[in-house]
C-alpha cells in the first residue's frame, strides 16, 4: 500500500541531462541512455544552460558516439527551460555549475537533481527498490560522494580531450543503466 502523500512511480521514467550548449555532454548522456535503457519504463531529454536551438552534436562527439555504436546525426540541441526541469523525474548535469543553473531555474528541483558522476556514486551501494527510493536515498546522501563530480567540456579541444569525456560518460550511464533497469 503506498503511503499518504507518496508520489506514485511514474509509468515512464523522465530523465533530463543538462551541459551548457546541449552540443557535447549532454547528448551523449542521452543518447547513451537512450541505448541502454527500456524506452517503455524511460524517456530520456537534454538541454543546454546557454543552449543553442537546433544545432547539431559537435562533430568530435559524432565520431565518439560513432565509436561507442551510436549515431547522433538526428540530434538537435535545445535551450533549458524551467518546463523541462519540472517535468524531468531525475536531472543529471555535466558539472556541479550546471546542477546550481538548474537549481537557479527551479529551486524545489534539488532533490532530483545530481552531476552524472555524482549519482553514478551514490548508486553505487543503493537499497532502494525502486526509482523514486533510489533519488531520494540518493539526495539524502549527497554528502557522501565523491569531491570530482564534473564531466570536462571537450568543445573545441584535441581528440584526447573527446575520448575521455566520452569514456567517462559512458561509463557512468552504463552504472546507472544497470542500476535503473534492476529497479521496479
Not at 502523500?5 to 511514474?10: D, I, Q, S, T
Not at 541531462?17 to 542521452?30: D, F, G, H, I, Q
Not at 528541483?109 to 558522476?117: D, E, H, Q, S
Not at 553505487?124 to 563530480?149: F, G, N, Q, W, Y
Amino acid at each position: 500500500m503506498a503511503e499518504v502523500g507518496a508520489r506514485p512511480e511514474p509509468a515512464r521514467w523522465s530523465i533530463l541531462t543538462v551541459c551548457t550548449a546541449n552540443v557535447c555532454r549532454s547528448p551523449l548522456m542521452e543518447l547513451l541512455l537512450r541505448e541502454r535503457l527500456d524506452p517503455a519504463r524511460f524517456e530520456i531529454a537534454s538541454a543546454g544552460v546557454m543552449g543553442w536551438r537546433d544545432a547539431p552534436v559537435d562533430s568530435m562527439v559524432r565520431l565518439e558516439l560513432a565509436r561507442l555504436g551510436l549515431d547522433g546525426s538526428e540530434f538537435r540541441s535545445r535551450p533549458l527551460h524551467p518546463a523541462h526541469v519540472k517535468a524531468a523525474d531525475v536531472v543529471l548535469t555535466a558539472t556541479k555549475e550546471h546542477r546550481a543553473s538548474v537549481l537557479e531555474l527551479d529551486p524545489g528541483a534539488l532533490r532530483k537533481t545530481f552531476t552524472l558522476l555524482e549519482l553514478a556514486a551514490l548508486v553505487e551501494d543503493r537499497t532502494a527498490d525502486s526509482l523514486p527510493e533510489l533519488v531520494a536515498d540518493a539526495a539524502r546522501r549527497r554528502s557522501t560522494a565523491p569531491s570530482l563530480l564534473d564531466v570536462p567540456d571537450p568543445f573545441r579541444r584535441a581528440p584526447e580531450v573527446h575520448r575521455s569525456t566520452a569514456d567517462l560518460i559512458d561509463d557512468a550511464t552504463e552504472r546507472l543503466a544497470r542500476t535503473f533497469a534492476t529497479l521496479g
